[in-house]
């Protein structure tokens, strides 16, 4: 069972036809809003200019970002080109390279790939671009839902490039063969609009269908959908779009069941272009927000289409909203009339340490007893920065949990191990002295990037699933022990702010990993995938914000410690929502045969890993590492949905790959399950037993769930 679904009226509808062409002018005069996160660098989509209409904060106050020197913690570093196959081709100079973003296809290597900003789906061609509404194919084991071009435009163009991002955002620049600008075409998550500007005046090839405009526009039809083309000035005849410098023409399809309205509130909003995208956050005791505010070049109102993770659980109150509805592989999408998205998530605050209070003397004394045992089993810590971290965060595990039960001494010098293993990987100097355990600024690529690679970490992949078990690793040791927080503070903030820094800098990119209207992160560095980009273990990624708050609490930074809340609060819901408790009862998924999508892509959704086809792999890359945070697992979740996805992870019991998270799991559905996954646990093979974690933590874990 899902979080109940808050069904959004349509009234406001009809206010909207109105309330467009009112504000269409007030907002230029008075309404238009600064960046939040202000910033003179790396500017949103088209620029830093427009604006948007006034809106209400709702829910939580606004948090205030972190306050971060990104240029004193980057030349801390050593400086070293270490990055690879970041091949910025068509990115304008001064623009940091937007790795681990939903539109990264358009930027890096040589072949042009389709991006999916929902509802739609893009792609540059080598004189223009194409548009597109992807049809999702549901199978057994996928919902795909690829790129079929649906509006060809031509522009002349010979070359494009990048010249303004923002994590939501992107415009790029076509260019004749001269080099000089055509226009900018802009696309944004959520948006469904496509909008090109026109730099000078230019004749464009509007798409097959379009003929005549009436009242600044033209419609298509186009494989069952309808399709529009709107101008703010301009001549369509037979096709043929002649535009004059500034003009802009946008692009749209209309949805599945309009309502009366629909068609004329977005022309009204289409042909004043988004430019940019706003992203503020607030927590409170039960909800952490995340407002998008989607800037148009005359600060009119736009529109935008509504997630599963936007309406599940408690939200605010929208209006503009019940326009129609657009299929994607993520499920049926809500259209919405307005510029500010706010959406709510259960709070989770970042913890490490698990309840053991109310466990029992027979239970307390065989984690004890594990705990011995474990803590003399810990080996050599690994070199990478994926396995490395993962070791040390295991083992800083063991040390928390010794001294949670009274047992300092059987772990002391565990803990002096783990200490001394991250005093090195915090040597801002490190790599001038060796090739392992230390970290380096590219300044081409605009990242940290740790050596030894794993897993294409020198190609920006997964950095938020490698430095949060290093920053989890450091908040664990570092909660009662200043000195070590003094000594790791420059490379862990480093790392800090190479994954989520809140504010662009001339160093490092705007939360390079978290997509805020998707509600989560990306995990490949360039995305060369004709699918988009991908992420596999949303569970890490909720462990990446867990660790950000952890090492914000023992290193007393109060700002930081609020954005990793949002952060962890909202790739929690989401990864609920869409990996391991999705909406099986949406009409796009009929026909998928399993409990959980264990790959999610932009244009794609995946029973599959990149590393196994088995079932328990499925399930368990989902919850790694199942630390003290993960109960967000089952926050409105009912048992039984947890207990359906164990049994198909695990059909012939709990002696598999993952079987120590996947009991974890099953604990989640109630005290009679975790008290059956004890005694499992108990005799459950090492190889069953994951690297980053332990039998005593296992134990303890499922004792403290009512074993």
Same mark, same amino acid.
């Given at each position: 069972?899902?979080?109940?679904?808050?069904?959004?009226?349509?009234?406001?509808?009809?206010?909207?036809?109105?309330?467009? =062409?009112?504000?269409?002018?007030?907002?230029?005069?008075?309404?238009?809003?600064?960046?939040?996160?202000?910033?003179?660098?790396?500017?949103?989509?088209? +620029?830093?200019?427009?604006?948007?209409?006034?809106?209400?904060?709702?829910?939580?106050?606004?948090?205030?970002?972190?306050?971060?020197?990104?240029?004193?913690?980057?030349?801390?570093?050593?400086?070293?080109?270490?990055?690879?196959?970041?091949?910025?081709?068509?990115?304008?100079?001064?623009?940091?390279? %937007?790795?681990?973003?939903?539109?990264?296809?358009?930027?890096?290597?040589?072949?042009?790939?389709?991006?999916?900003?929902?509802?739609?789906?893009?792609?540059?061609?080598?004189?223009?671009?194409?548009?597109?509404?992807?049809?999702?194919?549901?199978?057994?084991?996928?919902?795909?839902?690829?790129?079929? %071009?649906?509006?060809?435009?031509?522009?002349?163009?010979?070359?494009?490039?990048?010249?303004?991002?923002?994590?939501?955002?992107?415009?790029?620049?076509?260019?004749?063969?001269? *080099?000089?600008?055509?226009?900018?075409?802009?696309?944004?998550?959520?948006?469904?609009?496509v909008s090109f500007t026109a730099a000078a005046d230019v004749d464009v090839v509007a798409g097959e269908g379009f003929t005549t405009l009436t009242?600044?526009?033209?419609?298509?039809?186009?494989?069952?959908?309808?399709?529009?083309?709107?101008?703010?000035?301009?001549?369509?005849?037979?096709?043929?779009?002649?535009?004059? !410098?500034?003009?802009?023409?946008?692009?749209?399809?209309? %949805?599945?069941?309009p309502s009366d309205d629909a068609a004329a509130v977005l022309a009204a909003a289409a042909v004043d272009p988004v430019v940019g995208v706003d992203?503020?956050?607030?927590?409170?005791?039960?909800?952490?927000? @995340?407002?998008?505010?989607?800037?148009?070049?005359?600060?009119?109102?736009?529109?935008?289409?509504?997630?599963?993770?936007?309406?599940?659980?408690? !939200?605010?109150?929208?209006?503009?909203c019940g326009l129609g509805t657009y299929r994607s592989v993520y499920g049926t999408l809500e259209l919405c009339a307005g510029s500010t998205l @706010?959406?709510?998530?259960?709070?989770?605050?970042?913890? *490490?340490?698990?309840?053991?209070?109310?466990?029992?003397?027979?239970?307390?004394?065989?984690?004890?007893?594990?705990?011995?045992?474990?803590?003399?089993? @810990?080996?050599?810590?690994?070199?990478?920065?994926?396995?490395?971290?993962?070791?040390?965060?295991?083992?800083?595990?063991?040390?928390?949990?010794?001294?949670?039960?009274?047992?300092?001494? @059987?772990? =002391?010098?565990?803990?002096?191990?783990?200490?001394?293993?991250?005093?090195?990987?915090?040597?801002?100097?490190?790599?001038?002295?060796?090739?392992?355990?230390?970290?380096?600024?590219?300044?081409?690529?605009?990242?940290?990037?740790?050596?030894?690679?794993?897993?294409?970490?020198?190609?920006?992949?997964?950095?938020?699933?490698?430095? +949060?078990?290093?920053?989890?690793?450091?908040?664990?040791?570092?909660?009662?022990?200043?000195?070590?927080?003094? #000594?790791?503070?420059?490379?862990?903030? =480093?790392?800090?702010?190479?994954?989520?820094?809140?504010?662009?800098?001339?160093?490092?990119?705007?939360?390079?990993?978290?997509?805020?209207?998707?509600?989560?992160?990306?995990?490949?560095?360039?995305?060369?995938?004709?699918?988009?980009?991908?992420?596999?273990?949303?569970?890490?990624?909720?462990?990446?914000?867990?660790?950000?708050?952890?090492?914000?609490?023992?290193?007393?930074?109060?700002?930081?410690?609020?954005?990793?809340?949002?952060?962890?609060?909202?790739?929690?819901?989401?990864?609920?929502?869409?990996?391991?408790?999705?909406?099986?009862?949406?009409?796009?998924?009929?026909?998928?045969?399993?409990?959980?999508?264990?790959?999610?892509?932009?244009?794609?959704?995946?029973?599959?890993?990149?590393?196994?086809?088995?079932?328990?792999?499925?399930?368990?890359?989902?919850?790694?590492?199942? +630390?003290?945070?993960?109960?967000?697992?089952?926050?409105?979740?009912?048992?039984?949905?947890?207990?359906?996805?164990?049994?198909?992870?695990?059909?012939?019991?709990?002696?598999?790959?993952?079987?120590?998270?996947?009991?974890?799991?099953?604990?989640?559905?109630? %005290?009679?399950?975790?008290?059956?996954?004890?005694? #499992?646990?108990?005799?459950?093979?090492?190889?069953?037993?994951?690297?980053?974690?332990?039998?005593?933590?296992?134990?303890?874990?499922?004792?403290?769930?009512?074993?």
């Amino acid at each position: 069972m899902t979080g109940a679904t808050t069904f959004l009226p349509g009234s406001g509808r009809t206010r909207w036809v109105v309330a467009l =062409a009112v504000l269409a002018v007030a907002a230029v005069v008075v309404l238009l809003v600064l960046r939040p996160w202000g910033g003179t660098v790396a500017p949103a989509a088209g +620029g830093s200019g427009g604006g948007a209409p006034a809106a209400p904060v709702v829910g939580p106050d606004d948090a205030t970002p972190p306050d971060v020197d990104a240029a004193a913690l980057t030349s801390a570093l050593v400086q070293a080109p270490d990055a690879k196959k970041i091949d910025s081709v068509r990115l304008a100079e001064g623009v940091a390279p %937007p790795s681990n973003r939903w539109y990264s296809g358009l930027v890096f290597g040589k072949e042009l790939l389709p991006v999916f900003p929902l509802p739609l789906s893009f792609a540059l061609t080598p004189s223009g671009f194409t548009v597109g509404l992807p049809d999702p194919v549901t199978s057994a084991k996928a919902v795909v839902g690829p790129h079929v %071009p649906a509006v060809t435009v031509d522009v002349g163009a010979a070359s494009a490039q990048v010249v303004a991002a923002d994590p939501v955002a992107v415009t790029t620049r076509l260019l004749d063969a001269g *080099g000089a600008p055509l226009g900018d075409v802009t696309v944004a998550a959520g948006s469904p609009f496509v909008s090109f500007t026109a730099a000078a005046d230019v004749d464009v090839v509007a798409g097959e269908g379009f003929t005549t405009l009436t009242d600044g526009v033209a419609e298509a039809e186009v494989a069952g959908t309808t399709w529009a083309l709107a101008v703010s000035d301009g001549t369509l005849t037979d096709g043929a779009l002649a535009l004059p !410098q500034g003009a802009t023409a946008a692009w749209y399809a209309l %949805p599945d069941d309009p309502s009366d309205d629909a068609a004329a509130v977005l022309a009204a909003a289409a042909v004043d272009p988004v430019v940019g995208v706003d992203v503020t956050y607030g927590v409170g005791d039960d909800v952490a927000r @995340t407002t998008l505010t989607y800037r148009t070049a005359g600060a009119t109102p736009s529109a935008y289409v509504l997630m599963r993770h936007h309406t599940t659980g408690d !939200q605010p109150e929208r209006d503009g909203c019940g326009l129609g509805t657009y299929r994607s592989v993520y499920g049926t999408l809500e259209l919405c009339a307005g510029s500010t998205l @706010t959406s709510f998530a259960p709070t989770l605050h970042p913890t *490490g340490e698990l309840d053991l209070e109310g466990v029992d003397g027979e239970r307390r004394d065989a984690v004890l007893a594990q705990l011995e045992l474990d803590v003399a089993a @810990t080996g050599a810590f690994a070199s990478d920065t994926y396995y490395g971290g993962k070791h040390l965060y295991r083992a800083a595990t063991l040390v928390r949990l010794g001294e949670s039960l009274g047992a300092p001494d @059987t772990v =002391a010098e565990l803990r002096t191990r783990v200490a001394d293993a991250l005093r090195e990987w915090a040597e801002p100097t490190g790599c001038d002295a060796r090739d392992a355990r230390c970290f380096v600024y590219d300044e081409a690529a605009r990242s940290v990037i740790g050596r030894t690679w794993s897993f294409g970490s020198q190609e920006l992949n997964d950095h938020h699933f490698h430095y +949060g078990y290093l920053l989890s690793a450091a908040g664990l040791l570092g909660a009662d022990d200043p000195d070590l927080v003094d #000594d790791l503070r420059p490379v862990m903030d =480093a790392l800090a702010a190479d994954i989520a820094a809140a504010e662009p800098s001339q160093e490092l990119p705007q939360l390079r990993t978290f997509d805020p209207y998707a509600g989560h992160a990306w995990a490949s560095g360039t995305s060369p995938f004709a699918d988009g980009n991908n992420q596999e273990s949303a569970s890490e990624a909720v462990n990446a914000w867990n660790g950000l708050g952890l090492w914000a609490a023992a290193s007393g930074q109060d700002d930081l410690l609020t954005q990793a809340t949002w952060l962890a609060s909202t790739e929690a819901a989401s990864a609920r929502d869409y990996w391991t408790d999705p909406d099986l009862d949406d009409p796009v998924t009929e026909g998928f045969e399993h409990r959980v999508f264990a790959l999610n892509w932009s244009g794609k959704r995946d029973y599959a890993t990149w590393f196994s086809p088995e079932p328990s792999a499925m399930l368990g890359i989902l919850l790694i590492p199942m +630390g003290p945070v993960s109960d967000y697992l089952a926050v409105d979740v009912d048992p039984a949905t947890i207990l359906a996805a164990a049994d198909e992870a695990t059909p012939a019991g709990p002696d598999v790959k993952f079987g120590d998270y996947l009991l974890m799991y099953r604990a989640l559905a109630g %005290p009679e399950e975790a008290s059956a996954a004890w005694d #499992d646990a108990v005799g459950l093979s090492d190889t069953s037993v994951d690297d980053g974690s332990s039998r005593a933590y296992l134990l303890a874990w499922l004792a403290a769930h009512g074993a």
